[in-house]
């Protein structure tokens, strides 16, 4: 027996065909919003760590900043207390100049130097004085340009014959030996050797350490 479906089987697959597409679609829509939302929630939490990443490098920095100011605060006071040491070891070395000069002036000139003023401003000193003769200058020049440890840069201002008359001598013989006599003024500058420096710093040092090993080996 021979069936016959007289039907409209084509509309009604058309229809099936269509509710099928609308499923399938709003399945890949779900999906999409799945995803979406999914990634949406790890972007979240992947902008939350590099926030809170952030915030601590802040903090560091913060904590960096301070140290460096504590740093830059401490190289300032370490600067300030280099100053005040050295100051203090100038004023130990200054302390002595006048007598170092005094001494250098008496072991530098020569027989027939005489000098009769001496003046210092600063590290400058100018010396007055007589000399029996122009050899006598040269040689106190030189002495004090090679042989002097505290003295340099020796400087002739001027020489001149001594003015003395000869009625306030004794004698002929000694108006005629001052008659020679010149009367000279130098310049020259002070300087401080390093002997000097090291003296100040073991003068400017606490006493009353301990010996090191090596000071005792050397006293045994």
Do not use: C
């Not at 992947?46 to 802040?58: F, G, H, K």
């Not at 005489?114 to 122009?134: D, F």
């Not at 008359?165 to 006599?181: G, K, S, W």
């Amino acid at each position: 027996m021979i069936l016959i479906n007289l039907l409209p089987h084509r509309e009604e697959k058309r229809q099936q065909r269509k509710k099928a597409f609308f499923v399938g679609l709003g399945l890949a829509a779900a999906a999409g919003a799945v995803a979406v939302g999914g990634w949406f929630s790890v972007l979240q939490q992947m902008q939350a760590a590099q926030a809170s990443r952030n915030e601590m490098l802040r903090a560091e920095i913060k904590k960096l900043d301070a140290q460096i100011k504590d740093i830059a605060q401490l190289r300032t006071e370490i600067e300030a207390l280099k100053a005040r040491q050295k100051a203090v070891e100038d004023l130990q070395t200054d302390r002595n100049t006048p007598v170092y000069l005094l001494n250098e002036l008496v072991k530098q000139a020569p027989e027939g130097i005489y000098l009769s003023a001496i003046r210092q401003n600063g590290n400058l000193v100018t010396i007055t004085g007589v000399a029996q003769t122009n050899e006598r200058v040269s040689e106190f020049l030189r002495n004090t340009l090679y042989n002097s440890p505290w003295l340099e840069k020796p400087e002739l201002v001027e020489i001149k014959a001594a003015a003395v008359p000869a009625a306030q001598a004794r004698d002929r013989e000694r108006a005629a030996e001052q008659r020679r006599l010149f009367d000279f003024t130098m310049r020259v500058s002070i300087k401080r050797p390093p002997s000097a420096v090291a003296e100040a710093d073991a003068a400017s040092a606490p006493k009353g350490k301990a010996p090191t090993k090596r000071a005792a080996a050397k006293a045994s």
